[in-house]
């Protein structure tokens, strides 16, 4: 999953090393925490949140594929 959240999200930032993902595992609830550079997070977030719904969406579809349920957090740093 945090392979599928780095491709999705290494085109709208300047540099992917930067972006650090963190992931919380609560009793098979997995949330990931993704913190991304105040440069970039317009990028990421788009306009009126656009972005960030599709990328979240599609951590969902392959959330419910892997029978689990994976939500995103998006943090400035």
């Known amino acids: 999953m ?3 959240l780095k ?9 992917i090393a930067k ?3 963190e992931k919380i595992d609560d009793n098979g609830n997995f949330r990931y ?3 991304i550079p105040k440069d970039d997070i ?3 977030i ?3 949140g656009k972005m960030i ?3 979240k969406n599609l951590v969902k579809i392959r959330a419910v594929k892997e029978n689990i349920f994976a939500s995103v957090e998006v943090q400035e740093i």
Do not use: T
């Open 2 to 4: 945090e392979n599928l």
């Open 7 to 15: 491709l999705l999200i290494e085109p709208l930032v300047s540099d």
């Open 19 to 21: 972006v650090k993902i």
């Open 33 to 35: 925490l993704v913190s």
């Open 42 to 44: 317009a990028k990421v």
């Open 46 to 48: 788009g306009k009126e």
């Open 53 to 55: 719904k599709a990328i």
